[in-house]
């Protein structure tokens, strides 16, 4: 029985919860290009498609876009490599009606 409810548990922790609002999106890391513009911009794009849905226009029709300049660059793309690298879903919380998709902030689900 122990077995059978470990297996539930594992299995229910390794579901992908993806979904996006105007706002937001509930998702996992499909990519992380790094652009070798002046800006340091970082490109993510969901696994799931977000076009149309937030309120924001994607770069490229699929990325959210990281700057450089942001005041918690470090910590927000440290999280995201984590994020890639445990297959964990985040929540990218973005500044609406920006080009690009500018990322606000994220966390980790």
Not at 35 to 61: H, K, M, Q, W, Y
Request: with cysteine; hydrophobic share 40%; proline share 2%.
């Amino acid at each position: 029985m122990k077995i059978i409810l470990f297996i539930l548990v594992a299995f229910y922790n390794c579901t992908v919860d993806a979904s996006c609002t105007q706002n937001s999106c509930d998702t996992s890391i499909a990519r992380l290009y790094l652009s070798g513009t002046s800006d340091g911009r970082v490109f993510i794009e969901p696994s799931e498609v977000a076009s149309g849905v937030v309120n924001c226009e994607l770069a490229e029709g699929k990325f959210f876009t990281l700057y450089q300049s942001h005041p918690l660059f470090s910590e927000i793309y440290s999280t995201l490599l984590a994020s890639k690298i445990a297959s964990r879903s985040v929540r990218l919380r973005i500044h609406e009606n920006t080009l690009d998709c500018k990322l606000l902030y994220i966390w980790l689900k």
